[in-house]
């Protein structure tokens, strides 16, 4: 038997990345997985796949997420093939890096609408359906904990907010059993970071050099640690950030 057998989860951004492989390990520990994607329907269905072939059970949420009613229709398009859920994932989030001074208005925006305020009401229109005892990780970032170059800033401030959420939250639902932990991965070897961190053995040497334990994170990392917070195990913690970034902070 898994871990998770019997629960519902949804994953944010399980598409692709961090989130794609937190979705694949939840279901690997027998949950029955909603892939939420906000534009990209072929990798959703590549991870529905993925997930099936290793004996699972999941299904794809598409919704594009920072945007009037994203919350609400998202949550119409799930209810159409789950009946409640156990395990909630706020991973989606946008991010690139841009000067301090060339942040425009519409950047700004846009970084605090995917990042903060979706995950915000993802929750909040998810309360009806999280069942008593379930389970809220956020996706946060070492950047949130650490003076940044100016060009992750506003980044990092998205981050900290939801920081500041995760917090709350966990005193607003512990009463039902449900506990909230912000989870913060380091550098990962994903499609976003693909761009600058497989340029050059520098480059990947660099980002190595920045964990104590001296190689670049995987997916793999990142999803070990939700599914620990995900499982039975993870109820006595609750409130939390939890630096996985492999030591790049120590």
């Known amino acids: 038997m898994g871990a998770l057998d019997g629960k ?5 951004g399980g ?13 690997r520990d027998g949950a029955r997985v909603a892939v939420h994607y906000g534009a990209n329907e072929a990798a959703a269905k590549e991870t529905v796949a993925a997930i099936e072939a290793a004996g699972g059970s999941a299904f794809t949420v598409g919704q594009e997420l920072g945007v009037p009613g994203d919350a609400a229709a998202l949550w119409e398009a799930f209810d159409l093939q789950a009946d409640g859920l156990d395990i909630l ?4 989030g946008v991010g690139n890096a841009v000067p301090f001074g060339e942040v425009s208005e ?4 846009r970084f605090f609408a995917v990042n903060s305020k979706a995950p915000f009401f993802v929750t909040q229109h ?15 970032s070492g950047l949130s904990h650490a003076a940044v170059m100016p060009e992750h800033l506003t980044y ?6 939801l920081d500041v959420f995760t917090r709350n939250l966990s005193k607003v639902l512990g009463p039902r059993g449900i506990t909230v932990n912000a989870v913060a991965p380091g550098i990962i070897d994903t499609d976003i970071n693909a761009s600058w961190l497989r340029t050059s053995d520098e480059a990947w040497a660099g980002a190595a050099a920045m964990s104590t334990l001296g190689r670049v994170g995987e997916p793999s ?3 070990d640690v939700v599914a620990f917070l995900a499982s039975d195990d993870g109820r006595w913690i609750t409130g939390q ?10």
């Not at 519902?8 to 944010?12: F, G, Q």
């Not at 598409?15 to 279901?27: C, K, V």
């Open 8 to 12: 519902t989860a949804l994953v944010t």
């Open 15 to 27: 598409s692709r990345g961090i989130g794609r492989g937190i979705a694949e390990r939840l279901g």
């Open 89 to 92: 994932v706020n991973n989606a």
């Open 106 to 109: 519409e950047t700004y925006d």
């Open 126 to 140: 998810g309360l009806t359906r999280l069942r008593d005892g379930g389970r809220v990780v956020n996706i946060s």
């Open 156 to 161: 990092a401030m998205t981050k900290g907010a």
């Open 221 to 223: 990392d990142i999803a």
């Open 241 to 250: 950030w939890l630096d996985a970034t492999g030591g790049s902070l120590a």
